[in-house]
């Protein structure tokens, strides 16, 4: 007993050299050696050494140091310790976790178990220790949190067998361990505001601060425990429950942030995991339903958007992964839609953007044709493609029919809003706009304004292929009504800019319609001669403007009458372009094509200042228009 003392005497003396940065160098590299020697040496003594020096009695910097020892013993020399040692060393830690535990220290020990066996010998002690006080069930709380984490994070001293028999071990505790962690929420939440209610605010953080490290301990396990067992213990219900508080929900967020994406498993579980994944939409969808319902009527400050900013990432994880698990009731999958719809619509940017990510691959899922599965001798499966793909279909098509003409034509005009960067608005349509914030260089985390653009374009040609007649109605009429108030608009540069985006929307809308892979792409189809007589009626009503008469926002400190042709015959060319022979005989026939060259040889005969200069104009390309009818 006393050579341990004077081991650890001299060990102290050792770490006091090496930080304190006015010993001299051969001293220090003096003490570093010793040190080494006593890591490197007899394990026993290691322990016994270290063991010492953890004690309160020393100062933080020695315990630090000797904290650190135990750690190496446990990650790389515990093998050389027998099974009596190895328990001997665990239950002293558990004790000495009750001994350091002080409101004013930070100190917690890391300890690795050594097999099932060790496990359970000393859970007991455990349970005991986090019924003393909030301090201790904190301390609890982490070493049920570091556990897990080992598994999740890379170790070299715990790979393969010994990862494995770890995770198996904590695989058959969670009977325990799940349970103690919903009694150690549901105790200290309680106590928390019980204490806060009687004004003792000290005690009242300590229970506060076990509730969040229990949070994070849940959070460990929320990634690979199986999600009908944190259902069962009541984890999924106790975070849940968090949610309504200000103090703990955005630690809750991240146990649901983990979960929502989880992937059904193939095996007899399933069922219970759609029970347990319903409950979790649930949970999303009456926080989503209370946050829209108050955005909607009054303003919300930045830390509730920051809290919906959680709940949209996890419904839209939920939506993209495991929709299947509430799309059997038609009344629970229509207010999800909806709710998705009203992020989708938010005002503000960060919750769109994070609903249009949802829609696109809802939108990519129900469009996209079936894959045949072909065998290595090159053999189409039938029987395995009429099963399942016919399957596929049919759950595909119910949950189409709940994306109704109401909410394509929603998607559509935010779609159409927000193809706009908020630099290139005018103030006085800016302010039209109301709250509502486009795309601005001031935010980041998003990417690049043309992602952006090409993710809203990209939902706009799958709108389109869904609702044709919709989307074709909507952008003509989109078009028709900018250009008609631009003559009224007190800075037309600025207003064109809606024009120019409107552009690429019409593109998209006329290719998805016309590409021939859906169903109406037959010549003789009523729809397809439905959207023919649609866009020839776009193309009449712009044919029918004076585009060489000054009202057309005529600038004469800007180039507006010359940019807004630009913009109308862009129109002409990229539906001429996409539809190809599909429209242009119903122009022919029509009139409409007399009406172009007409128009096309108006411009002609302007000034030549009065043109756009440059081989790209696009009015030298009406006349060639016209000639392919002729």
Same mark, same amino acid.
């Given at each position: ?26 001293? =220090? ?10 890591k490197?040496?007899? %394990?026993?003594?290691l *322990?016994?050494?270290?063991f010492?020096? &953890? ?16 750690q190496?013993l &446990?990650r ?5 310790l027998g099974?009596v040692?190895?328990r001997n060393?665990?239950?002293l830690a558990?004790d000495?976790?009750?001994?350091? *535990? ?7 020990l ?6 099932? +066996?060790?496990w359970?010998e ?7 220790l +986090?019924n003393?006080?909030?301090? @201790? ?11 897990p984490?080992d598994?999740?994070?890379?170790? $070299? ?12 071990? !904590? ?8 349970p103690?962690?919903?009694t ?5 939440f309680?106590? *928390? ?7 003792q605010?000290?005690?009242?953080k300590?229970?506060a601060?076990? &509730? ?5 301990a ?10 009908p067992?944190?259902?069962k213990y ?14 703990f ?6 146990f ?10 193939a095996d $007899? ?12 939409f ?5 926080v989503?339903r ?5 955005s +909607?009527?009054s303003?919300?400050d930045?830390?509730? %958007? ?5 709940i949209c990432?996890?419904?839209?994880s939920l ?16 207010v999800?839609?909806?709710?998705m719809l009203?992020y989708?619509?938010?005002f503000r ?6 609903a249009l990510?949802?829609w696109?691959?809802?939108m990519?899922?129900?469009l996209?044709?079936? =894959? &045949?599965?072909?065998?290595?001798t090159?053999? %189409? ?7 399942t ?5 049919n ?12 909410m394509?034509s ?22 039209s706009?109301?709250?509502?914030e486009?795309? +601005?260089?001031?935010?980041e985390?998003k ?7 090409? =993710?809203?374009l990209?939902?706009?040609?799958f709108?389109?292929?869904h ?6 109605t909507? #952008?003509?009429?989109r078009?028709v009504?900018?250009v ?17 985006s ?12 016309f590409d021939?892979?859906?169903?109406f ?6 729809v ?8 020839e ?5 712009l ?9 057309? #926002? ?11 042709r ?21 122009m @022919?026939?029509?009139g ?9 040889? *108006? ?5 030549q ?8 104009d696009?009015v030298?390309?009406?006349?060639? !228009?016209?000639s392919?009818?002729?």
């Open positions: 007993m006393e050579e341990s003392a004077n081991i650890a005497n001299n060990v102290a003396r050792a770490i006091t050299a090496v930080i304190d940065w006015s010993s001299p160098p051969d001293a =220090r590299k003096a003490a570093v050696s010793f040190l080494e020697s006593v490197s040496g007899d %394990v026993r003594t *322990a016994s050494t270290s010492i020096l &953890v004690k309160k009695e020393w100062s933080s910097e020695i315990r630090l140091h000797a904290f650190k020892l135990l190496h &446990v790389l020399r515990w093998e050389e099974l040692e190895q060393f665990a239950n558990v000495l976790m009750s001994e350091v *535990a002080d409101p004013c220290e930070e100190w917690a890391k300890i690795r178990r050594e097999g099932l +066996s060790l359970q000393l859970f007991p002690s455990l349970v005991s +986090s003393n006080g909030p301090i @201790k069930a904190e301390l609890v709380s982490m070493m049920l949190r570091w556990l984490e598994i999740t994070v890379h170790n $070299e001293d715990l790979e393969g067998d010994r990862r494995r028999i770890l995770l198996r071990g !904590l695989t058959q505790s969670l009977p325990e361990i799940l103690l962690l919903y150690l929420l549901e105790r200290h309680g106590a *928390a505001l019980n204490e806060a209610v009687r004004q605010l000290d005690i009242a300590q229970h601060a076990t &509730v969040t490290s229990t949070l994070n849940i959070t460990a396990y929320a990634e690979w425990a199986p999600l067992d944190l259902a009541g984890i999924i219900h106790g975070c849940g429950f968090l949610l309504s508080s200000p103090d929900r955005l630690h809750a967020c991240e649901f942030k983990l979960v929502s994406p989880r992937k059904r498993p $007899e579980s399933a069922s219970e995991f759609d029970s347990a994944m319903g409950n979790i649930q949970i999303m969808m009456n989503s209370d946050f829209l319902y108050k +909607s009527s303003a919300v930045d830390g509730e %958007v920051e809290f919906a900013e959680y990432e996890s419904m839209v939506g993209s992964t495991n929709l299947q698990c509430i799309s059997v009731d038609g009344n629970i999958l229509s999800y839609l909806h709710q009203g989708f619509q938010h940017l960060a919750l769109h953007f994070q990510l949802f696109l691959a809802l990519r899922d129900l996209s044709k079936p =894959r &045949v599965a072909v065998h290595a090159g053999d %189409v499966s039938v029987n395995s493609l009429n099963s793909s016919g399957q596929a279909d759950e595909k098509k119910k949950i189409l029919s709940f994306v109704s003409d109401d394509c929603a998607i559509l005009d935010i779609c159409f809003q927000r193809l706009l960067r908020k630099e290139k608005l005018s103030a006085e349509t800016a302010l706009l109301g709250p509502l486009l795309w +601005s260089d001031d935010f985390g990417g690049e304004f043309s992602q952006y653009r090409s =993710r809203l990209e939902l706009i040609r709108i389109s292929n609702k044709p007649l919709m989307a074709a909507k #952008v003509s009429e078009i009504v900018i008609k108030s631009l003559p009224s608009s007190s800075t037309p540069a600025k207003d064109l800019a809606i024009l120019e409107m552009q690429l929307a019409l593109e998209n809308v006329v290719v998805a319609v021939g892979s859906n169903e792409g037959g010549s003789t189809s009523e397809h001669l439905a959207l023919c007589r649609i866009f009626g776009l193309l009449q009503e044919l029918t403007l004076k585009w060489t008469a000054p009202m057309l #926002v005529e600038d004469p400190s800007t180039n507006s009458a010359r940019h807004a630009l913009q109308i015959c862009t129109s002409f060319i990229r539906i001429a372009k996409a539809a190809d022979k599909s429209l242009l005989p119903h @022919k026939h029509s409409s094509m007399q009406l172009l060259a007409d128009r096309a040889l *108006a411009i002609c005969k302007l000034p200042q009065e043109k756009l200069s440059g081989p790209a696009p030298t390309h009406l006349i060639p !228009l016209h392919r009818l002729i």
